[in-house]
């Protein structure tokens, strides 16, 4: 009967995650997500389905969003990374933050870091052309809340639209 090897490989591996490089000796098959939890205590992203289904992990890589728990962290070793930690700029909110704070687009809490990265990301994917709240929802339909802020949400990504034109 051949045994199977439990040992697993690790390298030292570099990841520049909200303007910081960082070198991290780690599984090869760790996820971003578990690099960005458990190595670098980054917890806004959070894990949920850990399928890449709910959306609650959500960080930018290179500006676009990205489910952090469907990728390695060693296929991002020359990305920048951007986590809901790294948006606020001098102590001030991001826009986005402080819309979901106005219009109220949380109830637990749970999912809106990745609810405010792929927001984030929507509006620079439409690219300054305006979105209707109907396809604000089809966009965001990738990150689930289970308290259902859906109509919150939307008027808070509007909010921001608005404000950027």
């Known amino acids: 009967m051949a045994e199977h090897s439990t040992h697993s490989a690790t390298a030292l591996l570099e990841l520049h995650v909200n303007g910081s490089r960082h070198v991290l000796p780690l599984d090869l098959r760790t ?40 990728s390695l962290a060693i296929a991002h070793q020359q990305d920048e990374i951007t986590t809901i930690e790294g948006l606020q700029q001098n102590g001030a909110l991001h826009p986005m933050q402080q819309a979901f704070l106005e219009f109220d687009g949380f109830q ?16 620079a994917e ?40």
């Open 31 to 70: 996820t971003l997500l578990d690099a960005l939890r458990e190595h670098l205590g980054l917890y806004g992203a959070k894990k949920g389905c850990d399928q890449g289904q709910c959306g609650a992990c959500t960080v930018h890589v290179n500006g676009r969003r990205s489910l952090a728990c469907l």
């Open 108 to 123: 637990c809490g749970y999912c809106t870091p990745g609810q405010i990265m792929s927001a984030i990301a929507l509006l």
């Open 126 to 165: 439409a690219a300054g052309h305006p979105l209707s709240p109907a396809e604000i929802r089809e966009r965001m339909s990738g990150n689930i809340c289970r308290c259902g802020a859906y109509p919150n949400i939307v008027e808070a990504i509007q909010h921001v639209q608005e404000a950027a034109k």
